[in-house]
T-cell receptor, first 114, second 117 residues
Framework: AQSVTQPDIHITVSEGASLELRCNYSYGATPYLFWYVQSPGQGLQLLLKYFSGDTLVQGIKGFEAEFKRSQSSFNLRKPSVHWSDAAEYFCAVATQTGANNLFFGTGTRLTVIP | GAVVSQHPSWVICKSGTSVKIECRSLDFQATTMFWYRQFPKQSLMLMATSNEGSKATYEQGVEKDKFLINHASLTLSTLTVTSAHPEDSSFYIC?????????????FGNGTRLTVT
């Protein structure tokens, strides 16, 4: 069965510092991977997704993620964090491109300090 | 861009009452919408798939008689939590795909925080 692990429940970084949020997945075949951001009291917004091709994926708001099959990872990165990036971040995996059943990680809460 | 509106954003109700949550696709049509539940400090879990004009498909362990889903039009799905109990308190989020866009991503609503007292 597929699953997603986000090992870091809460991360605090200073504004302007770099960021990496970890995501590991478990799935026997090629996964379809997503990163979503959820601002307080709001829904989920898609940051980026990986289906195939280049393993380094660029997303919105300056985020990128790299798919590493050998490590079963899809870590999210940003070179310089802004205060507005404070939110909850969810990694998700699906078994098909159009799959409706996304399996979400438990999320990582990002706090940005001035 | 595609917008999914969810209403209300929060609701407090007494135990034993029913609560209806609406999910609307504002600028696109969605033959299929999805309902998720998120408990505190836990992941989002798919509850059910709402199909326009037909019965919803529920995930294992989700009581269909407790969580009534109606998808009467291409832009509206409703989730009714019947005879709510405190353990139903949660954050409920809907999502939808744009039927007119191939490989459309899921567009999520802003969620509804339900508190049952």
């Amino acid at each position: 069965a597929q699953s997603v692990t986000q090992p870091d429940i809460h991360i605090t970084v200073s504004e302007g510092a770099s960021l990496e949020l970890r995501c590991n997945y478990s799935y026997g075949a090629t996964p379809y991977l997503f990163w979503y951001v959820q601002s307080p009291g709001q829904g989920l917004q898609l940051l980026l997704k990986y289906f195939s091709g280049d393993t380094l994926v660029q997303g919105i708001k300056g985020f990128e993620a790299e798919f590493k099959r050998s490590q079963s990872s899809f870590n999210l990165r940003k070179p310089s964090v802004h205060w507005s990036d404070a939110a909850e971040y969810f990694c998700a995996v699906a078994t098909q491109t159009g799959a409706n059943n996304l399996f979400f990680g438990t999320g990582t809460r990002l706090t940005v300090i001035p | 861009g595609a917008v999914v509106s969810q209403h209300p954003s929060w609701v407090i109700c007494k135990s034993g009452t029913s609560v209806k949550i609406e999910c609307r696709s504002l600028d696109f049509q969605a033959t299929t919408m999805f309902w998720y539940r998120q408990f505190p400090k836990q992941s989002l879990m798919l509850m059910a798939t709402s199909n326009e004009g037909s019965k919803a498909t529920y995930e294992q362990g989700v009581e269909k008689d407790k969580f009534l889903i109606n998808h009467a039009s291409l832009t509206l799905s409703t989730l009714t939590v019947t005879s709510a109990h405190p353990e139903d308190s949660s954050f409920y989020i809907c999502s939808a795909r744009d039927t007119g866009v191939g490989n459309s991503p899921l567009h999520f609503g802003n969620g509804t925080r339900l508190t049952v007292t």
